[in-house]
C-alpha cells in the first residue's frame, strides 16, 4: 500500500464546481489504474471514474458528461473535475490507486486516501 495525499474537497453551490487532486506520498510501486470513489452515509461506497495510465477511462452514469477525470503521469497525479454539481454529488471522495483498471473500478484498489468531504448546497 501507499500514502495518498488529496486535496480539493469543500463547499460549493449547486451548479458550481471544484477539482478534486491525489498523489502518492513517498514511494510507489508501479500504479497503472487511478480513479475516485464516493460515498455517503448508509450507502455503499461508488465508483465516480477511474482512469489508466492510458488514458483508458471510465465514469459512472451519474456524473457522465460533468466530471472529467485524467492524470499527469509525470507526477502520477490523478485530477478529478466537477462541473455543474448537483446536491445528490455530496458525499465524501475517496482516491483509489492500483496494479489493475478493474480492481480499482470495482472498488478494490492497491489503496485508498483518507477522504476529502465534498458538500453541494442547493
Known amino acids: 500500500q501507499v500514502q495518498l495525499v488529496e486535496s480539493g474537497g469543500g463547499l460549493v453551490q449547486a451548479g458550481g464546481s471544484l477539482r478534486l487532486s491525489c498523489a502518492p506520498s513517498?514511494?510507489?510501486?508501479?500504479?497503472?489504474?487511478m480513479g475516485w470513489h464516493r460515498q455517503t452515509p448508509g450507502k455503499q461506497r461508488e465508483l465516480v471514474a477511474a482512469?489508466?495510465?492510458?488514458?483508458?477511462?471510465k465514469y459512472s452514469d451519474s456524473v457522465q458528461g460533468r466530471f472529467f477525470i485524467w492524470r499527469d503521469n509525470v507526477k502520477n497525479t490523478v485530477y478529478l473535475q466537477m462541473n455543474s454539481l448537483k446536491p445528490e454529488d455530496t458525499a465524501v471522495y475517496y482516491c483509489?490507486?492500483?496494479?489493475?483498471?478493474?480492481?480499482?473500478?470495482?472498488?478494490?484498489?492497491?489503496?485508498w486516501g483518507q477522504g476529502t468531504q465534498v458538500t453541494v448546497s442547493s
Open positions: 513517498g514511494s510507489s510501486f508501479s500504479i497503472d489504474a
Open positions: 482512469v489508466t495510465g492510458g488514458g483508458v477511462r
Open positions: 483509489a490507486v492500483g496494479r489493475s483498471f478493474r480492481t480499482v473500478v470495482d472498488g478494490f484498489p492497491d489503496s
